[in-house]
Protein backbone atom coordinates (compact mmCIF):
# COMPACT_ATOMS: atom_id res chain seq x y z
CA UNK A 1 0.00 0.00 0.00
CA UNK A 2 1.32 3.97 -0.66
CA UNK A 3 1.89 6.00 2.45
CA UNK A 4 -0.87 8.60 3.31
CA UNK A 5 -0.30 11.83 5.66
CA UNK A 6 -4.37 12.18 6.93
CA UNK A 7 -5.34 8.29 6.35
CA UNK A 8 -4.66 4.95 8.00
CA UNK A 9 -5.00 1.74 5.86
CA UNK A 10 -4.39 -1.56 7.10
CA UNK A 11 -5.51 -5.15 5.62
CA UNK A 12 -7.50 -7.49 7.67
CA UNK A 13 -7.70 -11.18 5.49
CA UNK A 14 -10.29 -9.60 2.70
CA UNK A 15 -11.29 -6.81 4.60
CA UNK A 16 -9.67 -3.15 4.51
CA UNK A 17 -10.09 -0.86 7.51
CA UNK A 18 -8.96 3.09 6.41
CA UNK A 19 -9.46 5.52 9.37
CA UNK A 20 -9.19 8.82 8.94
CA UNK A 21 -6.15 10.22 10.88
CA UNK A 22 -6.56 13.77 12.10
CA UNK A 23 -7.73 13.16 15.37
CA UNK A 24 -5.88 16.20 16.97
CA UNK A 25 -8.79 18.05 14.10
CA UNK A 26 -11.44 15.87 14.78
CA UNK A 27 -10.41 14.35 10.88
CA UNK A 28 -11.70 17.36 9.16
CA UNK A 29 -11.98 16.99 5.51
CA UNK A 30 -9.23 18.42 3.12
CA UNK A 31 -8.66 17.99 -0.43
CA UNK A 32 -5.23 16.04 0.83
CA UNK A 33 -7.65 13.56 2.29
CA UNK A 34 -9.86 13.10 -0.52
CA UNK A 35 -7.23 12.67 -2.76
CA UNK A 36 -5.46 9.91 -0.28
CA UNK A 37 -9.11 8.39 -0.06
CA UNK A 38 -9.78 7.99 -3.81
CA UNK A 39 -5.92 6.80 -4.16
CA UNK A 40 -6.62 4.35 -1.52
CA UNK A 41 -9.79 3.23 -2.98
CA UNK A 42 -8.84 2.79 -6.42
CA UNK A 43 -5.91 0.55 -4.87
CA UNK A 44 -7.98 -1.76 -2.79
CA UNK A 45 -10.63 -2.12 -5.77
CA UNK A 46 -7.84 -3.19 -8.19
CA UNK A 47 -6.71 -6.41 -5.19
CA UNK A 48 -9.17 -9.01 -5.45
CA UNK A 49 -8.03 -10.05 -2.16
CA UNK A 50 -9.73 -7.11 -0.97
CA UNK A 51 -13.39 -7.94 -0.75
CA UNK A 52 -15.05 -4.71 1.58
CA UNK A 53 -13.94 -1.63 2.62
CA UNK A 54 -14.91 -0.07 5.80
CA UNK A 55 -14.04 3.75 6.53
CA UNK A 56 -13.99 5.16 10.26
CA UNK A 57 -12.43 7.87 12.52
CA UNK A 58 -9.40 8.00 14.78
CA UNK A 59 -10.28 9.65 18.34
CA UNK A 60 -13.62 11.16 19.04
CA UNK A 61 -15.33 12.14 15.69
CA UNK A 62 -15.63 10.56 12.17
CA UNK A 63 -15.38 13.89 10.42
CA UNK A 64 -16.13 17.07 11.64
CA UNK A 65 -16.48 18.64 7.85
CA UNK A 66 -14.22 20.92 6.44
CA UNK A 67 -11.21 21.77 8.10
CA UNK A 68 -12.40 25.50 8.55
CA UNK A 69 -8.23 27.08 8.42
CA UNK A 70 -9.71 28.66 5.79
CA UNK A 71 -11.61 31.79 7.75
CA UNK A 72 -13.65 32.94 5.05
CA UNK A 73 -12.19 31.61 2.22
CA UNK A 74 -12.77 28.07 2.84
CA UNK A 75 -15.47 27.78 0.75
CA UNK A 76 -14.13 30.48 -2.06
CA UNK A 77 -12.26 27.95 -4.18
CA UNK A 78 -9.42 30.09 -3.04
CA UNK A 79 -5.55 29.48 -3.06
CA UNK A 80 -4.84 26.67 -0.40
CA UNK A 81 -7.72 27.52 1.69
CA UNK A 82 -8.44 23.20 2.14
CA UNK A 83 -5.41 21.56 0.56
CA UNK A 84 -3.26 22.20 -2.62
CA UNK A 85 -4.59 22.90 -5.80
CA UNK A 86 -2.99 19.31 -7.11
CA UNK A 87 -4.53 17.54 -4.16
CA UNK A 88 -7.97 18.99 -5.24
CA UNK A 89 -7.36 17.90 -9.15
CA UNK A 90 -6.64 14.61 -7.88
CA UNK A 91 -9.49 14.00 -6.13
CA UNK A 92 -11.68 15.53 -8.93
CA UNK A 93 -9.95 12.87 -10.77
CA UNK A 94 -10.77 9.87 -9.06
CA UNK A 95 -13.21 6.94 -10.07
CA UNK A 96 -16.97 8.00 -8.21
CA UNK A 97 -16.77 5.24 -5.35
CA UNK A 98 -20.52 4.17 -6.89
CA UNK A 99 -18.69 2.86 -10.01
CA UNK A 100 -15.72 0.56 -8.04
CA UNK A 101 -16.71 -2.50 -7.44
CA UNK A 102 -15.77 -3.29 -3.72
CA UNK A 103 -18.50 -2.19 -1.32
CA UNK A 104 -17.49 0.87 1.04
CA UNK A 105 -18.91 0.60 4.27
CA UNK A 106 -19.08 3.76 6.66
CA UNK A 107 -17.92 3.20 10.52
CA UNK A 108 -19.29 6.88 11.82
CA UNK A 109 -18.22 6.46 15.25
CA UNK A 110 -18.57 9.59 16.04
CA UNK A 111 -19.41 13.43 14.71
CA UNK A 112 -20.26 13.32 11.00
CA UNK A 113 -21.32 17.10 9.64
CA UNK A 114 -21.20 18.65 6.49
CA UNK A 115 -18.16 16.93 4.24
CA UNK A 116 -18.45 14.47 6.96
CA UNK A 117 -21.74 13.14 6.29
CA UNK A 118 -21.53 13.54 2.52
CA UNK A 119 -18.90 11.56 1.80
CA UNK A 120 -20.40 8.26 3.89
CA UNK A 121 -23.53 8.99 1.72
CA UNK A 122 -21.88 8.51 -1.30
CA UNK A 123 -21.10 4.92 -0.11
CA UNK A 124 -23.11 2.01 -0.17
CA UNK A 125 -23.70 1.02 3.78
CA UNK A 126 -23.82 3.28 7.50
CA UNK A 127 -23.13 2.10 10.76
CA UNK A 128 -23.46 5.06 13.35
CA UNK A 129 -23.52 5.57 16.61
CA UNK A 130 -27.06 5.46 18.30
CA UNK A 131 -26.04 9.18 20.27
CA UNK A 132 -23.29 10.39 17.19
CA UNK A 133 -24.25 14.31 15.94
CA UNK A 134 -25.00 14.44 12.27
CA UNK A 135 -25.70 16.88 10.38
CA UNK A 136 -26.24 18.27 6.36
CA UNK A 137 -24.97 21.90 8.13
CA UNK A 138 -24.12 23.98 4.65
CA UNK A 139 -27.24 26.25 4.59
CA UNK A 140 -25.80 26.85 8.15
CA UNK A 141 -22.14 27.99 6.93
CA UNK A 142 -23.43 30.41 4.09
CA UNK A 143 -23.24 27.54 0.99
CA UNK A 144 -25.89 24.93 -0.07
CA UNK A 145 -25.08 21.38 0.05
CA UNK A 146 -22.43 20.11 -1.82
CA UNK A 147 -21.57 16.85 -3.88
CA UNK A 148 -24.64 15.40 -5.55
CA UNK A 149 -26.57 15.50 -2.16
CA UNK A 150 -29.72 17.49 -4.07
CA UNK A 151 -30.11 14.54 -6.58
CA UNK A 152 -28.87 11.28 -4.03
CA UNK A 153 -30.73 11.99 -0.65
CA UNK A 154 -34.13 12.45 -1.88
CA UNK A 155 -33.87 9.09 -3.44
CA UNK A 156 -32.62 7.33 -0.20
CA UNK A 157 -35.07 8.53 2.06
CA UNK A 158 -37.77 10.68 0.01
CA UNK A 159 -38.05 14.00 -1.07
CA UNK A 160 -39.74 15.39 2.08
CA UNK A 161 -37.30 13.90 4.59
CA UNK A 162 -34.42 14.88 2.58
CA UNK A 163 -35.97 18.74 2.44
CA UNK A 164 -36.07 18.86 5.99
CA UNK A 165 -32.69 17.69 6.56
CA UNK A 166 -30.95 19.72 3.56
CA UNK A 167 -32.60 22.78 3.96
CA UNK A 168 -32.73 23.13 8.00
CA UNK A 169 -28.84 22.20 8.22
CA UNK A 170 -29.92 20.83 12.09
CA UNK A 171 -28.20 18.37 13.96
CA UNK A 172 -29.63 14.48 14.41
CA UNK A 173 -28.43 11.60 15.95
CA UNK A 174 -27.61 8.36 14.44
CA UNK A 175 -30.61 6.91 15.88
CA UNK A 176 -32.59 9.28 13.87
CA UNK A 177 -30.56 9.00 11.11
CA UNK A 178 -31.47 4.75 11.38
CA UNK A 179 -34.75 5.60 11.63
CA UNK A 180 -35.43 8.16 8.32
CA UNK A 181 -33.36 4.93 6.35
CA UNK A 182 -29.63 7.11 6.13
CA UNK A 183 -28.02 4.75 8.19
CA UNK A 184 -28.54 1.03 7.97
CA UNK A 185 -27.50 0.08 11.41
CA UNK A 186 -27.55 2.35 14.66
CA UNK A 187 -25.45 0.74 17.70
CA UNK A 188 -23.71 1.86 20.94
CA UNK A 189 -21.02 4.01 19.80
CA UNK A 190 -18.41 1.59 21.34
CA UNK A 191 -19.84 -0.90 19.09
CA UNK A 192 -19.55 0.69 15.52
CA UNK A 193 -16.55 -0.67 14.14
CA UNK A 194 -16.76 -4.26 15.35
CA UNK A 195 -20.50 -4.16 13.41
CA UNK A 196 -18.84 -2.78 10.39
CA UNK A 197 -16.14 -5.29 10.41
CA UNK A 198 -18.69 -7.73 11.11
CA UNK A 199 -20.85 -6.95 8.15
CA UNK A 200 -18.20 -6.60 6.05
CA UNK A 201 -16.69 -9.84 6.70
CA UNK A 202 -20.16 -11.28 5.84
CA UNK A 203 -20.06 -9.47 2.91
CA UNK A 204 -16.51 -11.01 1.83
CA UNK A 205 -16.87 -14.71 2.96
CA UNK A 206 -20.63 -14.99 1.70
CA UNK A 207 -21.27 -12.76 -1.58
CA UNK A 208 -19.74 -13.67 -4.78
CA UNK A 209 -17.49 -11.00 -5.71
CA UNK A 210 -18.83 -10.65 -9.16
CA UNK A 211 -21.98 -10.38 -8.09
CA UNK A 212 -21.89 -8.48 -5.47
CA UNK A 213 -19.83 -5.90 -7.70
CA UNK A 214 -22.56 -5.72 -10.14
CA UNK A 215 -25.44 -5.54 -7.67
CA UNK A 216 -23.82 -2.22 -5.88
CA UNK A 217 -22.63 -0.77 -9.35
CA UNK A 218 -26.16 -1.50 -11.58
CA UNK A 219 -28.38 -0.49 -8.21
CA UNK A 220 -26.13 2.82 -8.27
CA UNK A 221 -26.67 3.43 -11.85
CA UNK A 222 -30.34 2.85 -12.20
CA UNK A 223 -31.06 5.73 -9.75
CA UNK A 224 -30.95 7.78 -12.40
CA UNK A 225 -33.24 5.12 -15.32
CA UNK A 226 -36.57 6.67 -15.32
CA UNK A 227 -38.23 3.58 -17.52
CA UNK A 228 -39.01 0.42 -15.23
CA UNK A 229 -38.10 -1.74 -18.65
CA UNK A 230 -34.81 -0.99 -19.41
CA UNK A 231 -33.72 -1.46 -16.48
CA UNK A 232 -35.50 -4.76 -16.15
CA UNK A 233 -34.32 -5.49 -19.53
CA UNK A 234 -30.47 -5.19 -18.10
CA UNK A 235 -31.13 -7.00 -14.44
CA UNK A 236 -33.04 -10.02 -16.38
CA UNK A 237 -29.48 -9.66 -18.74
CA UNK A 238 -27.12 -9.72 -15.75
CA UNK A 239 -29.21 -12.75 -13.93
CA UNK A 240 -28.53 -15.06 -17.20
CA UNK A 241 -24.91 -13.91 -17.08
CA UNK A 242 -24.40 -14.68 -13.94
CA UNK A 243 -26.38 -17.90 -13.70
CA UNK A 244 -23.72 -19.25 -16.16
CA UNK A 245 -20.67 -18.25 -14.35
CA UNK A 246 -18.77 -21.12 -11.99
CA UNK A 247 -19.58 -19.28 -9.16
CA UNK A 248 -23.45 -19.99 -9.16
CA UNK A 249 -22.54 -23.46 -9.08
CA UNK A 250 -20.06 -22.91 -6.22
CA UNK A 251 -22.64 -20.92 -4.45
CA UNK A 252 -25.43 -23.90 -4.35
CA UNK A 253 -23.19 -26.41 -3.71
CA UNK A 254 -21.57 -24.82 -0.72
CA UNK A 255 -25.07 -24.47 0.89
CA UNK A 256 -25.86 -27.72 0.06
CA UNK A 257 -22.65 -28.76 1.72
CA UNK A 258 -22.73 -26.25 4.68
CA UNK A 259 -19.39 -25.01 4.15
CA UNK A 260 -17.87 -21.44 3.10
CA UNK A 261 -18.09 -21.33 -0.58
CA UNK A 262 -14.70 -20.63 -2.59
CA UNK A 263 -15.18 -18.31 -5.03
CA UNK A 264 -13.42 -18.36 -8.49
CA UNK A 265 -14.58 -14.91 -10.30
CA UNK A 266 -12.34 -11.79 -10.21
CA UNK A 267 -14.72 -8.48 -9.27
CA UNK A 268 -12.58 -6.48 -11.83
CA UNK A 269 -11.18 -9.18 -14.37
CA UNK A 270 -14.57 -10.96 -15.02
CA UNK A 271 -16.78 -8.23 -14.50
CA UNK A 272 -19.53 -8.14 -17.60
CA UNK A 273 -19.14 -4.56 -18.95
CA UNK A 274 -20.75 -5.25 -22.24
CA UNK A 275 -24.06 -6.24 -20.67
Known amino acids: MASYEQIIVEQDGPVA ?3 LHRPDQMNA ?3 TMSAELGRAFAELDADD ?3 AIVVTGAGRAFCAGADLGGGGKTFSGEGAAIGTADDAASARRATPAHQLS ?5 AINGAAVGAGLTMTVEWDLRVAGDDVKLGFVFNRRGIMPDADLLWLVPRLIGASTAMDLLLTGRIFTGREAHELGLVNRSVPRE ?8 LARDIAVNTA ?8 RVLWELLSEPDRSPAARRQHALFAWTGRQPDAKEGVMAFLDKRDPQWQLSKRADYPHDL
Not at 191 to 198: R, S, W
Not at 209 to 216: C, D, G, L
Open 49 to 51: ACR
Open 191 to 198: QVLDTAMA
Open 29 to 31: WTW
Open 102 to 106: TPIIA
Open 209 to 216: PVSAAITK
Open 17 to 19: LVT
